[in-house]
C-alpha cells in the first residue's frame, strides 16, 4: 500500500505532467541543464563517465534531457550531442518530462528567474550560483517553501568539499560556534607562492592569470569578494538567519606585501585570507551577536589551516558537541565543483522516489533574532607594519597615541639591514577592539615620522 506522502508526491508530479505510476516514474529522473559551461559541461561528462554506478547505488538513473546554452556554434570543452542543446531555457523548465532543473549560467539576473520559474512549475533546482545566493538567497528559500520544491546548493561553496551537507546533516546535533574557511583557491595560491618563494604580489598574480587560477580582472577573488559570498552562505545556514551581503566585512590581500609574508613568519605565522564566523552568546534574554568577516590573518604556524597550500580548500567547523572538524579538497575548477552538483542531483532524486522534495529543507530559520557582529566591536589582536623615519622619539610618539587608546603592544620589531629614507617597525598588538585600533593608527599615520598608510593584519588564535 502507497502510504500518504508516496501518493500526494505522485499526484503532484501527474499535476505537473509527467506520465506513468510513482515506481516507474522514480526509475529514471530527468535532468535539464541551463548553461554548458564549466559546470553545466562538467555534470554532464561526470554523468557519462560515473552515471552508471550512481544509478547502482541510488536505484535511480539520472538522465540528460536538454542542456540550454547561449549559442550553438560555440566550442566546447565537453563534447554535448548536439540534439540535446537548446537556446531556449524556458522550453527545458516547461518540458513536463523533465523532472530537475540544474541552474549553471552564472549571475544573478537571468539566473534569478531560471529558479524562480523552475520553482513556479514544482521543480527543484541544483545550483553552484554562490553569488545569487548570496544576493538573493533569502528570496529564493521562501519562494521553494512556497512553491513545496527544495534548492541544492552544495556546488556554491568550496567546490569538491561536501560543507554544505555537512553543516545541514552531518553536524545537524551541534550548535556551530566557529567556521575558519580558506575558501578562494587564486588568493590561497597567490600568499602560498608569496611565502615559499618570497615573491612580490604583482608577480605572483601574474603567473596566476596566465595559469587560469585567477581572472584577467582579478577583483572579485583578491579584494576577498568571492570569500564573502560563500561565508556569508556557510554564515547563514549555521546560524539560521539570512546573513545580508552589506553586514559582511571583508577586506583583501591587495596589501599584504612580502615584507609582511617575511616578518609574519619569522614571528612564528602564516598569512592566509580567511573567511570568519564566530558566535559570541550576549547573555540571557539577549540575541547571539555573529562576526561574519573575510580578511587576511595570521595564523600560528602549528596550526593545520596554515600548511594548507596552491589553490586548495580548507574549512574548520567546530560544534558544541564534536568540537573541532576540518573539511580539505579542491574548492574550484570543472571536475570538484561538477562532483558538488552530482552530489545534489542524486539527493534531488532519492527525495522524489521516497515522495517527497524537501527531505531536508535547504535553509531552517532558527535563530530569528541573531545580528551580525559590526567589525568595529570585533576584539582581536594585530600585527602592525610602519614605514617610519629612523630617528630618536618615533617610537616613543607611537607607543604614546597605543598607550592614549589603552592598546598593549605585545613586542616591537625594528629590522637591521633596511636602508633608504625609511625603515619598517613591527608592532605585535594585544586584544583591542577594531574600532579603537583603526582610530590609533589613523592619528599614526599623521606623524611626520609615518611615510606610508600602516599596514595592519588581524592575528587568529583560534580559541
Known amino acids: 500500500m502507497e502510504n500518504r506522502q508516496a501518493k500526494s508526491i505522485k499526484k503532484g508530479l501527474s499535476g505537473n505532467g509527467f506520465q ?3 515506481a516507474v516514474l522514480m526509475q529514471q529522473v530527468n535532468i535539464g541543464i541551463i548553461g554548458g559551461g564549466t559546470v553545466g559541461g562538467g555534470v554532464y561528462k561526470g554523468l557519462q563517465v560515473n552515471g552508471a554506478l550512481m544509478a547502482s547505488r541510488l536505484g535511480v538513473q539520472l538522465r540528460v534531457a536538454k542542456v540550454a546554452v547561449r549559442d550553438l556554434k560555440k566550442g566546447r570543452a565537453v563534447n554535448i550531442p548536439p540534439a540535446l542543446l537548446t537556446t531556449d531555457w524556458q522550453s527545458v523548465i516547461d518540458d513536463p518530462s523533465i523532472h530537475l532543473i540544474g541552474e549553471f549560467i552564472g549571475g544573478t539576473t537571468t539566473a534569478r528567474t531560471v529558479v524562480l520559474n523552475a520553482f513556479k512549475k514544482g521543480k527543484s533546482v541544483i545550483t553552484a550560483n554562490k553569488a545569487l545566493l548570496s544576493a538573493h538567497g533569502e528570496e529564493l528559500f521562501a519562494a521553494a517553501a512556497k512553491y513545496g520544491t527544495n534548492l541544492y546548493y552544495e556546488a556554491s561553496v568550496a567546490g569538491g568539499i561536501p560543507i554544505i551537507k555537512v553543516l545541514r546533516e552531518g553536524l545537524i546535533g551541534n550548535r556551530i560556534t566557529r567556521i575558519y574557511g580558506i575558501v578562494n583557491g587564486t588568493c590561497n595560491y597567490i600568499l602560498s607562492r608569496m611565502k615559499l618563494e ?5 608577480e605572483v598574480l601574474a603567473d596566476a592569470q596566465r595559469l587560469g587560477y585567477a581572472e584577467a580582472e582579478p577583483s572579485l577573488d ?9 561565508t556569508g552562505i556557510l554564515a547563514s545556514l549555521a546560524h539560521g538567519f539570512w546573513v545580508k551581503p552589506k553586514d559582511i566585512y571583508v577586506a583583501g590581500i591587495t596589501a599584504i606585501s612580502k615584507l609582511d609574508i617575511q616578518f609574519a613568519g619569522q614571528l612564528g605565522y602564516t598569512i592566509k585570507l580567511l573567511g570568519i564566523v564566530k558566535k559570541f552568546e550576549s547573555g540571557k534574554g539577549k540575541s547571539a551577536k555573529i562576526q561574519v568577516s573575510v580578511y587576511p590573518a595570521l595564523l600560528p604556524n602549528s596550526h593545520v589551516l596554515a600548511s594548507v597550500n596552491g589553490v586548495f580548500n580548507a574549512i574548520l567547523v567546530r560544534g558544541d558537541v564534536v568540537g573541532d572538524t576540518l573539511y580539505y ?13 552530482l552530489s545534489d542531483f542524486a539527493d534531488a532524486a532519492l527525495d522524489l522516489k521516497c515522495g517527497t522534495k524537501s527531505r531536508i529543507l535547504p535553509f531552517t530559520p532558527h535563530e530569528q533574532d541573531g545580528a551580525v557582529l559590526p567589525i568595529s566591536e570585533v576584539v582581536s589582536r594585530y600585527y602592525v607594519r610602519l614605514s617610519v623615519i629612523d630617528k630618536p622619539g618615533t617610537l616613543a610618539r607611537i607607543t604614546a597615541i597605543l598607550g592614549e587608546a589603552n592598546i598593549g603592544i605585545s613586542s616591537v620589531i625594528q629590522p637591521e639591514g633596511h636602508e633608504g629614507s625609511s625603515v619598517p617597525l613591527i608592532l605585535m598588538i594585544h586584544d ?32
Not at 618570497?198 to 604583482?202: I, S
Not at 579538497?329 to 552538483?341: F, L, M, V
Open 20 to 22: 506513468g505510476n510513482l
Open 329 to 341: 579538497g579542491r574548492g574550484a575548477g570543472q571536475d570538484a565543483t561538477a562532483s558538488a552538483a
Open 198 to 202: 618570497g615573491a612580490d604580489f604583482g
Open 432 to 463: 583591542a577592539t577594531n574600532s579603537n585600533v583603526t582610530k590609533a593608527l589613523g592619528k599614526i599615520a599623521k606623524l611626520s615620522a609615518v611615510k606610508a598608510p600602516p599596514v595592519m593584519i588581524r592575528v587568529e588564535s583560534f580559541e
Open 222 to 230: 583578491i579584494d576577498g569578494h568571492d570569500a564573502a559570498h560563500k
